[in-house]
């Protein structure tokens, strides 16, 4: 038999870290091996007790995190993230529609060849202290944002976008972090040519997105284009970054050939 953990909380994307590392903690007192912990929400970050608690429990134990009921009404997602940095080793996602969820779940499995799963890292699973992680110095990611473009397409005679990049690392708390360059008016083409500092204490747990925005649109509408880059084997150097098309409904991303980034990445 196995020992199965259910927070209930449809109206809050978040729950108190008290009672998420209580659960955890009265799950470790059951099976050793068996024990499945479910929760429809877990909290963007706790307080180090209660990480530390989570960790020794997810380092023994399944700890999966689904989407709420509610979700099932505009199919979106909670940042898969958020359950990964706790030790979750399963965090279930609904397909309806790419969003960002879903570039981030592309981007962290690439490390693995999208074989379908990526080992934890050792300090998650060891159970080694109360402080939750480790004590690291941050590393700089720099990334120089040279141009981007999109073409402008049947609307160029009626409007013409104004564009800008937008560069977010999704990680731990610690990591999460979103800066963007100026934008360009009445234009597909944006000249930037500026370096952009990034702190990563933990790129094993982090991801980069490049996302190409329209500063007119609406902010739900505003994405032209994205890529997902793992910076957990992520190779410095310039890049041409094709762009994926945001916001449909497929199996997998599709590249817009006329729509690119082009950038440095360097530690």
């Known amino acids: 038999a196995r020992q199965e953990l259910q927070l209930d909380d449809e109206k809050d ?8 590392a209580a659960d955890a903690a009265a799950a470790q007192n ?5 024990g499945t912990a479910s929760f429809k929400h877990l909290p963007a970050s706790l307080s180090s007790p209660a990480l530390s608690k989570v960790y020794q429990y997810s380092s023994k134990h ?3 995190c689904y989407p709420g009921g509610w979700r099932m009404i505009d199919n979106s997602n909670a940042n898969p993230m958020h359950a990964w940095s706790v030790g979750a080793s399963l965090a279930a996602l609904n397909w309806q529609l790419w969003d960002e969820a879903i570039w981030i779940n592309q981007a962290f499995f690439s ?3 999208h074989c379908g799963y990526v080992l934890k890292p050792q300090w998650m699973t060891s159970g080694f202290c109360s402080s939750g992680l480790p004590q690291r110095t941050a590393r700089t990611l720099r990334v120089t944002v ?13 409007r013409k976008d104004d564009p800008y990049v937008e560069l977010k690392v999704k990680g731990l708390p610690c990591d999460s972090s979103t800066t963007k360059t100026p934008h360009a008016n009445d234009t597909g083409r944006l000249v930037v040519d500026k370096a952009f500092d990034l702190f990563v204490s933990f790129p094993e747990m982090a991801v980069l997105l490049v996302v190409l925005k329209d500063l007119n649109l609406p902010h739900s509408d505003a994405v032209l284009g994205y890529t997902a880059l793992s910076l957990a084997t ?15 409904s497929m199996e997998h991303p599709r590249q817009h050939r006329d729509m690119w980034v082009k ?3 360097e530690w």
């Open 13 to 20: 994307d978040t729950l108190d870290d008290g009672d998420a």
């Open 263 to 265: 950038v440095k990445l």
């Open 234 to 248: 992520l190779v410095p150097g310039e890049y041409k970054l094709v762009l994926n098309e945001p916001f449909v």
């Open 62 to 64: 399944l700890l999966r």
């Open 146 to 158: 040279y141009s981007a473009h999109v073409h402008q397409g049947k609307l160029i005679g009626i």
């Open 111 to 113: 490390q693995a060849g």
């Open 30 to 34: 059951g099976d050793a091996c068996l």
